[in-house]
């Protein structure tokens, strides 16, 4: 391609750090449609005649069918996927896909494809992402009032319901899904007409390339264009971002998985057995996906630290651009799937979460709001209350609402029959009403609401 300039050929060494076929032919869809949008424009500039146009058309439509039935051929000496098609173009139509590069770069192509390769797998993400919030949802309404512990540092600490724990994670992905929907239209310009670096002579039409692209438009500046990847990067970081929920979400499987904990039984499908112990059952997909977002974490790290430094405008260096952000999209893709199938087909065991909310003195923080309401007892006074008769409980072995009310008015005679009715695990989650809270009746509001925007209900 540009042999004029050249009086030997590379080295074989040349060649082989040099190729990007390997990987960039994965964006041969955008590498046609980017060509086919490119030459419309051309032809309609009168830059090329319309009947070279129309047969670099065809042509690339011919190269098209054949990478779809066949595979993108690697042959390093063609580099890349811009050359590997357009050689085959030449090799179809003749001199006349010489024509093709008119007016622009592969600069501005790889950045083009590229792009639009992303925009695609923020699209993917979106997807999704959805059918997760959606199965969160389905399971949060079936248990917006199955009682389990609540932790923090993971020791028990108040009651709640397994809805509202499912909500939180419906409420993280919401996040995700919106990082993933700003990144997209951030980045939602047309590069292409940018040429090498200082943009074309040439009377193209940028807006028109743009257009047929699904862009919102051309991008600014030519320098600008060539060399931005904040658009892969931003995508990295959402991707990054919303793995680390999905390895926290994995993890509360992990360990809800476990026999002391057995708060569920994983689907067959999502685990894997032990070849020497016949009666495990592993968290292997959860595992996966908790280790996956160390991988995502470092495809980001890996595109941050090659473009840190770089001068205007393209380096070669960014042509390590996409083996980053195949992988994370790769992966991501594959950890949504496993977490969504792990959610809507895990057999909760409710009946194992409430014994365990029983335990460990999580109504305690009740009996202290109790003494606040029904005594007008100062909140710091009452937690001291409290704390001695969980200290007495405990030394006896037994739950809060065990000891007599003998026992609770030798502590503080200004307690009374009526507190029992608050120390239920029950009677606790009900009581959180406030706006966000755990009560089953705030759950369902939130499944309700979540319900309408992921359009599965009607407005009510
Ligand atoms: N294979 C290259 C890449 O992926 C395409 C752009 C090459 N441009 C250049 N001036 N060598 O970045």
Redesign the pocket.
């Known amino acids: 391609m540009w042999g004029g300039r050249f009086a030997g050929g590379p080295s074989a060494i040349m060649r082989e750090i040099n190729a ?1 076929i390997p990987f ?1 032919k994965a964006l041969w869809r955008q590498d046609i449609a980017a060509s086919k949008a490119h030459v419309d424009m051309l032809g309609a500039q009168g830059i090329v005649s319309a009947e070279d146009a129309a047969l670099i058309a065809q042509g690339l439509d011919q190269v098209a069918a054949e990478y779809e039935a066949n595979g993108v051929p690697e042959n390093w000496d063609l ?2 996927i ?1 050359m590997t098609t357009e050689s085959r173009l030449a090799e179809l139509i003749g001199p006349a896909a010489g024509r093709l590069h008119t007016a622009r ?3 501005d ?2 950045a083009t494809d590229f792009r639009l390769w992303v925009r695609d797998a923020m699209d993917q993400a979106q997807l999704g992402l959805k059918q997760l919030q959606v199965a969160l949802v389905s399971r949060a309404g079936e248990h917006a009032a199955s009682i389990m512990p609540g932790f923090t540092h993971l020791q028990t600490a108040q009651p709640v319901t397994l809805g509202h724990h499912l909500m939180a994670y419906y409420e993280m992905i919401g996040r995700d899904r919106s990082r993933f929907a700003d990144a997209r239209s951030r980045m939602n310009r047309s590069p292409l007409g940018s040429a ?1 670096l200082a943009g074309t002579g040439f009377p193209i039409d940028r807006f028109r390339t743009a257009e047929a692209l699904g862009f919102d438009g051309p991008t600014d500046n030519s320098l600008d264009s060539v060399s931005d990847r904040d658009f892969a990067l931003d995508y990295l970081m959402a991707a990054a971002q919303c793995s680390l929920h999905l390895s926290r979400l994995a993890e509360e499987f992990i360990i809800w998985a476990s026999q002391p904990f057995g708060f569920v039984t994983l689907p067959d499908s999502l685990s894997t057995g032990s070849s020497i112990m016949p009666q495990k059952k592993n968290p292997d997909a959860a595992e996966l996906v908790r280790g996956h977002s160390g991988r995502i974490v470092g495809c980001l790290t890996a595109l941050m630290i090659t473009m840190k430094g770089l001068p205007l405008a ?1 380096s ?1 260096d ?2 390590d ?2 083996p980053p952000v195949f992988e994370a999209a790769s992966l991501l893709a594959l950890s949504i799937a496993a977490m969504t199938g792990m959610v809507a087909e895990a057999k909760f065991r409710t009946d194992r979460m409430r014994a365990a909310a029983e335990l460990g003195y999580a109504t305690a923080t009740d009996l202290a709001d109790w003494l606040v309401r029904q005594a007008n007892i100062p909140f710091r006074e009452a937690h001291h209350i409290t704390g001695s008769a969980v200290k007495l409980a405990e030394s006896r072995g037994i739950a809060l609402d065990q000891l007599s009310i003998e026992d609770l008015k030798a502590i503080d005679q200004r307690i009374d029959d009526r507190v029992y009715a608050a120390l239920s695990v029950e009677a606790s989650v009900a009581a959180r009403c406030s706006h966000g809270g755990t009560a089953p009746d705030e759950v369902r509001k939130r499944v309700a609401q979540a319900r309408v925007a992921l359009g599965l209900e009607e407005q009510a």
Do not use: C, L
Request: charged share 40%; hydrophobic share 20%.
């Open positions: 990007s960039d580099e890349d811009h770069s592969r600069n192509q790889v090498a393209y070669k960014m042509q651009d996409k």
